[in-house]
């Protein structure tokens, strides 16, 4: 099993940082694959950021040039800085892994998703 422990959501006013942070734990072998989605009431998720076990990054649009994801292997914990905020980046944020675990079968690939942590745009 692999368990996902999000941290760092809030309320910031506009302008304002804010740093998310994901651990992953469990018999994890490798990374593939971290990341952060979004939804916004009434919305779709969407990719916000995500970042290969090698290093490659992929972004949104919306938050290029504001937000950067990074991540710790060794600690299997990835992290989403986010700064310039706007109204239109208040969502729930959760966190994704694409990981190879090892199972009582062997090593298996999987898919989970954090529980997701709320962050707030307001002034």
């Known amino acids: 099993q692999v368990q996902l422990v999000e941290s760092g959501g809030g309320l910031v006013q506009p302008g304002g940082s804010l740093r998310l942070s994901c651990v992953a734990s469990g018999n994890i072998f490798s990374i593939n694959t971290m990341g952060w989605y979004r939804q916004a009431p009434g919305k779709q998720r969407e990719l916000v950021a995500d970042i290969t076990g090698g290093g490659t990054t992929t972004y949104a649009g919306s938050v290029k040039g504001r937000f950067t994801i990074s991540s710790d292997n060794a600690k299997n914990t990835v992290y989403l800085q986010m700064n310039t905020l706007k109204f239109e980046d208040t969502a729930v944020y959760y966190c994704?892994?694409?990981?190879?675990?090892?199972?009582?079968?062997?090593?298996?690939?999987?898919?989970?998703w954090g529980q997701g942590t709320q962050v707030t745009v307001s002034s």
């Open positions: 994704y892994t694409d990981l190879s675990v090892v199972g009582v079968t062997g090593r298996q690939r999987r898919y989970d």
